[in-house]
């Protein structure tokens, strides 16, 4: 197993039960607060990026590139773990407005990262080429660039959340449970990839469950697929069988799509806060907190004793929805 990273979050995020969630749905339901990884860093992305900016460092790299929404979450945690390192970051983020300084984006200035704003159509269909022009360019100027992929879900990537299932595994034995059913977000597929290869290479035979936060559940399963084949370049000694017959992807809670918020959406995160005193992001843990809830009310998880939610972050998105709330 890859073990060379770097130690930038705050790990082992601590896990606690849901109180009021559990006894109103008669179900014992877990969080794991990977929300807590830190400050600048906050939330999923640091885990991977642990593993991807050791390979940028191994590799003489003085610059990362990488790409998101205009209130990513991964960009500004690219940027503020470039700066502890000695980095410069170049984010190419989406937008076809003019963005309000608020949120993500605003902590982005403030750290001075190099932002480059791209259109929806440029993203979807240039983003890739765009990216690796920044690389030429710095090429050009005696610097050396690393693209990091979207949400840091690529092969190397991957390695930061089988990490973090072999820590659930750590937790639950001195916690005294067994998680069978581990739910979380998918946005961009490197999280879900990791828990399940996680999962399969520890013969854990637990239920990894992904709620999707835009596009669709077969477009995931397809990008599992590929994230994990690409892993299996960093581990060729390690054999496991990838089959889309087994990743659980639950569609249906897209919304609007990705990062758009529908009133009941809000709603939702306003009644779970003031349920439990924890805050959900609008655009992955909010949707997704809301698919496991509906479909725990479905019987959809009727077989599952111990349930693990992964807070994955985001709170910074909020400040962008303010006007939407309807205080």
């Not at 995020?13 to 009021?20: F, V």
């Not at 050791?54 to 990362?64: K, M």
């Not at 300084?101 to 190099?114: H, P, R, T, V």
């Not at 597929?189 to 992904?210: H, R």
Request: aromatic residues 8%; negative net charge; contains cysteine.
């Amino acid at each position: 197993m890859i073990s060379k990273k770097l130690k930038l979050g705050n790990f082992p995020t601590k896990i606690e039960r849901l109180e009021k969630l559990s006894t109103m749905l008669k179900e014992n339901i877990y969080i794991k607060r990977d929300d807590q990884t830190g400050s600048e860093v906050s939330g999923n992305k640091i885990r991977k990026l642990e593993f991807s900016i050791n390979e940028a460092i191994n590799n003489d790299c003085d610059t990362l590139i990488t790409c998101g929404g205009i209130q990513s979450n991964h960009a500004r945690a690219t940027a503020a773990a470039g700066i502890k390192l000695g980095l410069k970051s170049v984010l190419v983020l989406r937008s076809d407005e003019t963005p309000e300084m608020e949120g993500n984006y605003l902590i982005d200035k403030i750290m001075g990262a190099d932002i480059r704003i791209i259109s929806s159509e440029d993203y979807r269909e240039r983003r890739q080429e765009i990216m690796e022009n920044i690389l030429k360019e710095l090429e050009e100027k005696g610097r050396k660039g690393y693209i990091i992929p979207e949400g840091a879900s690529n092969g190397i990537g991957t390695f930061g959340y089988i990490n973090c299932f072999k820590e659930i595994l750590d937790q639950e034995k001195k916690l005294g449970i067994t998680f069978d059913t581990i739910v979380t977000a998918v946005g961009s597929g490197g999280t879900f990839a990791g828990l399940y290869l996680g999962n399969k290479l520890t013969e854990s035979n637990k239920k990894i469950v992904g709620i999707n936060v835009c596009d669709s559940a077969e477009y995931f399963k397809d990008k599992v697929c590929s994230i994990l084949e690409e892993v299996k370049t960093y581990i060729p000694d390690r054999k496991f069988e990838i089959t889309k017959d087994d990743m659980h992807i639950i569609d249906g809670y897209v919304g609007d799509g990705y990062a758009l918020s529908r009133p009941e959406e809000l709603e939702f995160i306003c009644d779970f806060a003031e349920a439990e005193g924890i805050i959900l992001d609008p655009v992955y843990t909010g949707k997704t907190m809301r698919g496991l809830y509906t479909e725990l009310k479905k019987g959809t998880f009727k077989d599952s004793k111990n349930i693990l939610f992964i807070h994955t972050g985001g709170i910074f998105g909020l400040f962008s929805k303010r006007n939407q709330f309807g205080f």
